[in-house]
């Protein structure tokens, strides 16, 4: 579906001073597609978007749109808008006029423009009555949708999000998630988001980019993100997780603390991929790890105690410390609780298919 | 809880308000009785009589109130366009160097008026500083600079220079620096994102600048006697002769109530033009 690259980056470098904020990215976009990009605070992602939207110029490296080189080109004449972290709606403006804003700015007839704002007001689910409202007067998320409608008035090619749900509450930022998927899919845009949160990501994105210290850890789909994360910061950045260190010896059998691993589960082709790497991490998403029932075996296999029992909601979490030092974590939906009690030795394991194997750096 | 509130504020406001009331309340209430006295006076228990008001206009008086407010106004709009730029740098580029700029600037006031005047008339009077290297050095002459009236509105924009460009530099520091990115973003030029989101949102400091500098201007007096010569008489000159050489007390009264009032109209008329907190974002 999403072949051609809208936007492409090469070689991007950026320098404050001594500090890299950015160290050589390269990130290829593509049109209509939903990407986004996730990283804790610092990570440079916030840089990487002013770069591509134009409020700042890359140290070294080029971006291209389509075949235009664009990154010397200042932000007003980049095709291509932003919808801010902290909305940035014109506080003197009626809720109207903000969303006419880029149209006044192109010389469209007030006639057009207004026509125009109904139609984007209508788009974003909020009612005709808003044109002559103040922002003032309106609430977080129908500001939200306000900065929405203004950027889609500026009809960009691409529509960066620098966070802009961060400050809402969960439920609407829960619904506003889901809005922004639909008006991605409705209007056929080429969406570019960022955000600190992977389960935001998730809920959104064709793809997602993970970014940490000013360069990509992976960029993929999300489903390839969250069962087969490259790195142990990527796996650790998605919820829960368990990941267990492990030595190869030159046979390609591994050795994990704590962990009986069943030796017909290790094929060869298996033992060669780990042998290349004599040292990583098995790592296993708590949902995939079963409290053994009796005589039953798995290809891994650990023993411990049941340590604590928590409450999500639709699942339920417990930990299990094990002999050694390592601490399981494992989720069960509500009915297939768990009815063993705190401190009661268990024995749990896991299937090799859910076992991700990530090398060391 | 809240009605004890209110008890402590006009307890606590009290203070003010009869300090208010005294030292200038009641003066202005003396100087309208005085304004309604026949000619000449020196007691408010006589018959009023409003012979003052119409020598302002048979007189002449009106005349120095146009010359006033005339230069106040073309002051005012100089010294908006002279301080926009330095304000903006102060608020929004020069960084460390905006304290050096605002202690530079407020030093000024330190130094009397008076005095900061005499020494443009020494620089700039014939056989002057100026005048005195020109001729030394390169035999030309400085000659009628002094003693008209664009230099009275260059004395007015030097004096009241601090007036505007500290209220205008809080105004600008007032416009959120990410509106001013969105519009860019946006497609907006530089001059549009002046025009569509600096004016606009700076309007609070422009107003509280502009009314400063034309109420003072207005008012103002050294700069017409001092660089002006008395080649034109402003207003406050008529109302400062009426009292003191003119003797005559009723007619410096009506005069002052004069300006007293056309100010007071057009300030109130500026301020309730712009509502400051809609303006703000805050209520309506």
Redesign the interface.
Known sequence: MHTTPILYLKNIVKRFDDFTALDNINLEIFEGEFLTIVGPSGSGKTTLIRLMVGMDEPTEGTIWLRNERIDQTPANKRPMCMVFQSLALFPHRSVGQNIEFPLKIKGVSPKVRSKRALELLELLHLPKSFYNKRISQCSGGEQQRIALARALAFDPEIIFFDEPLSALDYRLRKTLEKELKDLHERTGKTFVYITHSLEEAMVMSDRIAIMNSGKFEQIDVAEVIYSKPVSRFVASFMGEVNMFDFKCDSKGDIKIDDVEIRSSVLTKDTKKIYSKKAKGALMVRPEFVRFNKAKETNDFQIRGYLRAEYELGSRIQYEVDTLGDSRVIIEKLREDRFKGKLGATVVIGWDIKHTHFIPND | MERLDKKLGTITSLPMILLLAVGFLAPLVVVAVFSIMPPKVFSIMNVPDFSAYADFFQQGYYKSLLWSVAMAFISTFILFLICWPLAFGMAKVFGKFTLVLTIAVAMTLIVSENIRLFGWVLTLMKGGLIDGYLRTWLGLRLEGVLYNGTIIVFGLIYVYFPFMLFPLAQGIAMI?E??R?????????PF?ILW??DL??ASPGIVVGSLLSFVLAAGALAESKLLGGQAIIVFTDEVETAFTYGQNWPLGSALAMILILIIGILAFFTISKIDLD???????
């Open positions: 959120p990410d509106a990115q969105a519009a860019e973003d946006l497609g907006a030029s549009r569509e989101i606009p949102l809609s303006m703000m974002g805050r209520r309506r």
